[in-house]
Each structure stands twice: as C-alpha cells, then as structure tokens.
C-alpha cells in the first residue's frame, strides 16, 4: 500500500530531435513512492543498457527492502529501517551491477549514467543523485532546483571561475564528475525534505534544462497545477521546440497529503523566516 493516499505520477522520456535513440531511462513505483529518473552515456547504445540497468537495480533493491515493513536487521537484533541507507545502498548496488556489466561485454566497457531519485514516505522525501540530472520542487509558486550538478563547469562556478551566466553559455557545461557505472565507488549526494500539502517535484535528465530555463519550467507548471500528463507533454515539446538536441525526461510526482485544519508548526517556522 502506498505511504500517502495516492501518488500522482507522470513520466515521458523522449529521444529529441538530434539523438539518433534514447539513452534516457525512468522508472516509477507508486505504492511504495519510487521515482527514478538515469541519464546513460556510452557507444553502441551501452548508454542506454546502463541507464535501464540503473533504474531496474534501484527498483528491484528498494522493493526488496521496502517490503520489510519499517524494520531490518542488523546482527540478529531487529531496529527500525533507515530508508536514506536503503536509497544509498540501492545506487551504489547500480553503480556495482553497471561495472560488471561492463566487465561481462566489452562492448559495453566504461558505460555510464547519472541517476535523480525520489522516495516519498508520508511527509517525507528522500532526494538522491549522481551526475547533472535534476530534481525541482515547486511550492507555492516558487521553483527550487533541490540538486547540484555533478559537472566541471558548476565546479568553476562553487569556485567563483564562472558567473551561473557564463556556465549557462559555457560548451563544457555537460562535462560530469561523477556518473555511475565509470569508478569501483561512487558518491552520492542525500537529503531529506518536508513533503508540505500542494508540493509538486519535477525529476529530468539534463535535455530538458539546457534546453529550457527555470522561468519557462516554472510558467508550465503554474498553468497546469491539476494535469501532471499535460504538463510533462509540454515540457518535452517546448524542450523539443527549442531545438531538442539531447534525450529529454520528464517525471511529475506530486504527493497527495491531507490539508491539515490548522497550520502545523513546521509551515509557522517557514512563514516566519521568509
């Protein structure tokens, strides 16, 4: 059973209008409130065997771990499941099955992906990534990119080599740091988020922000609050529109919560430090 009432979902990954296929991949669960979203790259379509790898050895890993209904065991002794462990576990499993798949075919030798996740859990979510694949939220009419990209380039801007204009124009912009599949160890980047009522998240792999700014991502959602399939379809055409010239993903999960009678303390604490 899901851990909220419904789970809306919708999900479309596209080729575009450059790409000869799609490497892209996504995958969702929504009883136990698994988004994945893997982004592959390598030569003769080893990109798209390691993205599908990825997303399949995720799901297969927290579906297994999820069914131990809130409790695993640890030397014998049964405590309470630690579900940020669970995600961290399940992509560094991915990150093991994509290597030794490379080491099985040589064709697929040194094939990656990156790879965004969300794993809602009531008024929880737990957000992960590898690589320059995103995860957005919007809440109350305002976009918050909730990932770094793991690239060169937004590297030089941390560093204060390149103004965010001048990343946005930079040709290396694309170059990862990290990716699963390329390194025996892989370091992946956690955090947990309050899921306030209304809250909309956004997973996409990287062809559709270099084609669209966050303004435009944001004037979609905020006209189709209540059609997650219409907004996807026009997130990817306007992505196409714009010339297309990557593979473009798109998922929109939006957590169905109770509206509480009364505001909780939590929604006080944001108002007040607004």
């Given at each position: 059973?899901?851990?909220?009432?419904?789970?809306?979902?919708?999900?479309?990954?596209?080729?575009?209008?450059?790409?000869?296929?799609?490497?892209d991949c996504i995958g969702e669960d929504p009883e136990l409130g698994i988004v994945v979203v893997a982004d592959g790259m390598g030569g003769h379509l080893a990109g798209e065997v390691a993205?599908?790898?990825?997303?399949?050895?995720?799901?297969?890993?927290?579906?297994?771990?999820?069914?131990?209904?809130?409790?695993e065991r640890r030397n014998?002794?049964?405590e309470p499941r630690d579900d940020s462990l669970a995600v961290r576990r399940a992509i560094i499993n991915a990150n093991?099955?994509?290597?030794?798949?490379?080491r099985i075919n040589a064709g697929h030798a040194g094939m990656g992906t990156t790879l965004v996740m969300a794993l809602f859990n009531h008024h929880h979510a737990i957000l992960a990534h590898v690589g320059d694949s995103r995860i957005y939220r919007f809440r109350e009419d305002r976009l918050e990119q909730m990932t770094t990209d793991h690239t060169l380039i937004q590297e030089m801007v941390d560093r204060g080599f390149y103004s965010h204009q001048e990343a946005l124009a930079s040709v290396n912009r694309n170059l990862v740091t990290r990716a699963l599949g390329i390194?025996?160890?892989?370091?992946?980047?956690?955090?947990?988020?309050?899921?306030l009522p209304g809250d909309l998240y956004l997973l996409c792999s990287d062809g559709l922000n270099d084609m669209l700014d966050d303004a435009l991502i944001k004037d979609i959602l905020r006209n189709h609050p209540g059609d997650l399939e219409q907004a996807t379809h026009l997130l990817i055409d306007k992505a196409n529109?714009?010339?297309?010239?990557?593979?473009?993903?798109?998922?929109?999960?939006?957590p169905a919560l109770p509206l509480p009678r009364r505001m909780p303390w939590y929604r006080r604490m944001i108002d007040f430090w607004r």
């Open positions: 059973m899901s851990p909220f009432e419904t789970l809306q979902i919708f999900g479309r990954t596209h080729p575009g209008k450059v790409r000869p296929h799609n490497e993205s599908r790898l990825a997303v399949d050895t995720v799901l297969q890993n927290l579906r297994q771990c999820l069914a131990d209904q809130g409790t014998g002794v049964t093991t099955a994509i290597q030794q798949a490379g390194d025996t160890t892989v370091a992946v980047d956690i955090r947990n988020e309050m899921v529109e714009y010339g297309g010239r990557d593979n473009i993903s798109v998922v929109l999960a939006r």
